[in-house]
């Protein structure tokens, strides 16, 4: 009997470890999965500072089209758009453009702008090397900005990708997650933007 | 005796020894398996027909198309409510009641190892689903996300009741959890001497190993769950893009809670088909062990398909193949389960009596909706398949013959034993082929629906699905009506009728037909030697 109770001590606690094992198990698979979306870009989301070397010679026997989008996510009043919707580069040269955002509220505001590129196959072969995105934008009543990005389409760029669409999402730091609350006003101004970009 | 019921008989005043004692209390304050049992019984039968009349509401609204009888709003929360309430509150509650019943009978223990703890299990449920029925009545509604509560629209777009929810959530798991530990404990410790791991009824086993799974996956639920309650009112971002998160995530970390799921709530029916065809067939269960190995086989692959729920997200071409693969690799061990179930049939002198006859049923749909997850299971065709009523034919193909049938034939295998009365026979072959044809009228044409494109979740649809549509509803009120009729003949047959011998059905095996029906308040204080 005592052997019994001894033993169902140890199934519980085998048990409840298991228990506490997969509830850390559950929340492990947070960065599991980004690291995993970092080495194959699956998510879309463009990595970092590129560190990489630039010297590089171009392959001017090749053209890449690039197209940029820019949206702005609940809540966001910002102008944003890109000064050109699309620009044709050659894997391996250094590019510059410019988006342009501005604030149209009479208040100071701060926003982070999200990347996000397609095909998810070219993510692995999208270098930026200086990018608006890296920090948050934080933008007086009225003030205008001209933000960089510097990038560089990799040699390595999968034959058959012709067109890369990067897009970038502006989000209102200070009112994240927060519900839309006049749904009709948000899709007004997504339209407005896409007829500006 | 076994020493916990000795500490338990001296921590209450009660005298447990004499039998049951009177009143709320006996209820309320029970560790006794069969009296757990069935209040777990009766809990899901209410959580089936209040999740059934929400079914009936949504067949109402689409038995045309337009809107005529509920707000769209509404007509989601119902979608959501009748998911939830089936899988947490109907299926999984019912299959914990059989095992608290059955377990202990068929492998000779006095009770279950940890019947405090059982007691607890149990009277966690009410607490969990008042609280999320309770959201019904909630300002801005109950949850309309469905019942995978997909991020944003559970954490951004959800309703304020869906911190509640989440609250319901957890403690739901924390019942099963420490239902699944209990089962462990109970079949590990508690068999009759002689009675070694292979010699176990197979509803022993696939509860053993549906208990393994419940450890693995209801933490990750609760995990899930954790994050959105975060996201929601503590400023991270979990499944937010603005913060840097992934909404997709979500649906990884769901899914690997998900897929497992959906084998919890089959694997005992597996087990209790097991031992109702052999008996009426009147033969022994083909295959045994290779039954044992297929459950097992189930389970693993079960942890390593999940993304075939989410084809459609833009993974890469190799991940879909993976998961196509290993889904496709289910149906092996399934096809051995019914290749076996067939075979015990085979050249058996069978019997058509209530359990038999759901027990058939079981085998037959239940093919059929695995057939309609191989269809979904190829990732290109899924494009089409995805979130149209295909899906919702397939898997109430899989959960109302395969969980619910396999429910009913328990029930009818079983109730003399409980109750120590026959039920009526006629009854319940009426019961059996109302809900044959009404499951079929019902469910059958939703497939030609999601192939012709019908989305699901909608409150309005396009005229040309209406004739489907309307065969769909009426067959899913015949259905719904007839579950009053096996709630006529379960009281019926507990208030009396003839009487059940220790062992009503001749080609029965194992112990729980060596104890009188009904089966007394204490069985095997000493344990029975098995040979």
Request: charge should be neutral; hydrophobic fraction near 50%; proline fraction near 6%.
């Amino acid at each position: 009997m005592t052997t019994a109770k001894r033993s169902n001590t140890k199934v519980v606690g085998w048990c409840i470890a298991g228990v506490f094992g997969m509830f850390a198990f559950g929340f492990a698979l947070v960065p599991l999965y980004n690291v995993f979306c970092d080495i194959t870009g699956i998510n879309g989301k463009t990595g970092g500072r590129y560190e990489g070397t630039t010297t590089a010679e171009a392959d001017m026997s090749r053209t890449v089209k690039v197209q940029f989008i820019a949206q702005n996510g609940p809540h966001m009043p910002w102008t944003f758009r890109p000064a050109q919707t699309s620009i044709t580069v050659h894997p391996g040269e250094s590019t510059h453009v410019t988006f342009v955002a501005q604030n149209n509220t009479g208040r100071g505001m701060t926003a982070q702008a999200v990347p996000s590129l397609a095909p998810s196959e070219g993510v692995l072969f999208f270098h930026k090397t200086e990018c608006f995105c890296f920090n948050q934008q934080t933008l007086a009543a009225g003030e205008s900005i001209d933000m960089p990005l510097v990038f560089i389409v990799d040699r390595d760029l999968p034959e058959e990708i012709h067109t890369l669409t990067l897009s970038y999402t502006l989000y209102d730091q200070e009112r994240m997650g927060e519900e839309p609350k006049d749904a009709k006003q948000v899709s007004t101004t997504t339209t407005k933007m896409t007829n500006n970009g | 005796m076994s020493a916990v019921i000795d500490t338990h008989d001296h921590s209450h005043d009660q005298d447990h020894h004499h039998g049951p004692a009177k009143g709320f209390k006996r209820w309320l304050l029970t560790t006794n398996h069969k009296d757990i049992g069935t209040m777990y019984l009766i809990f899901s039968f209410t959580m089936f027909l209040l999740g059934g009349t929400m079914a009936m509401v949504i067949r109402a609204e689409l038995f045309q198309p337009g809107l005529q009888i509920v707000e769209p709003a509404f007509f989601n929360q119902m979608t959501t409510m009748h998911g939830l309430i089936m899988v947490f509150g109907a299926v999984m509650p019912a299959f914990v009641g059989l095992a608290n019943w059955m377990i202990p009978l068929m492998i000779g223990a006095p009770d279950m190892a940890l019947p405090r703890m059982n007691n607890w299990s149990f009277w966690i449920l009410p607490a969990a689903f008042a609280l999320l029925v309770s959201t019904l009545f909630m300002s801005g509604g109950a949850p309309n996300f469905g019942w995978t509560f997909y991020a944003p629209l559970s954490t951004t777009y959800g309703p304020p009741s869906t911190t509640f929810f989440i609250f319901a959530i957890h403690m739901m798991g924390i019942s099963s959890i420490m239902g699944a530990i209990n089962v462990i404990a109970t079949i590990l410790n508690l068999r009759a001497p002689g009675m070694t791991l292979m010699k176990m009824p197979l509803f022993v086993w696939t509860w053993l190993i549906t208990a393994f799974l419940l450890i693995a996956v209801m933490p990750v639920l609760a995990g899930v769950v954790t994050m959105m309650l975060m996201d929601i009112n503590f400023g991270t971002s979990f499944f937010n893009a603005a913060g840097g998160g992934d909404p997709v995530l979500f649906q990884h970390v769901f899914w690997f809670f998900g897929h497992p799921e959906v084998y919890i709530m089959i694997l005992p029916a597996f087990g209790a088909v097991s031992e109702i065809i052999p008996a009426f067939s009147r033969k022994r269960l083909f295959g045994y062990a290779s039954m044992v190995y297929a459950v097992g086989a189930i389970a693993l692959l079960s942890f390593v398909v999940w993304a075939h729920h989410m084809f459609t997200v833009g993974m890469p071409v190799a991940g879909e193949i993976f998961f196509m693969y290993c889904t496709m690799l289910i149906a092996v061990p399934t096809g051995v389960k019914v290749f076996n179930w067939v075979a015990t049939m085979f050249r058996g002198s069978m019997t058509f009596e209530a359990p038999m006859l759901f027990s058939i049923a079981f085998v037959i749909l239940f093919t059929i909706g695995g057939f309609s997850g191989l269809m979904l299971a190829i990732a290109p065709a899924d494009f089409q398949y995805h979130d149209t009523y295909f899906v919702v034919a397939h898997f109430h193909y899989v959960l109302v013959p395969g969980a619910i049938f396999g429910i009913f034939a328990s029930a009818y295998y079983w109730l003399p034993k409980w109750t120590g009365n026959m039920y009526d026979e006629t009854l319940a072959k009426t019961h059996f082929w109302m809900s044959f044809i009404g499951m079929n009228l019902a469910f059958f044409p939703m497939h030609f629906l999601g192939l012709a494109g019908m989305p699901r979740r909608i409150p309005d649809y396009a005229l040309q699905f209406a004739d489907f549509n309307m065969v769909s509803s009426i067959g899913a009120f015949m259905f719904g009506s007839t579950q009053l009729l096996f709630l006529f003949i379960v009281v019926k047959c507990a208030r009396g009728g003839e009487k059940a011998a220790a062992k009503p059905w001749d080609g029965a095996e194992g112990l729980e037909w060596t104890v009188p029906s009904p089966a007394p308040y204490h069985t095997f204080s000493t344990p029975p030697e098995v040979k």
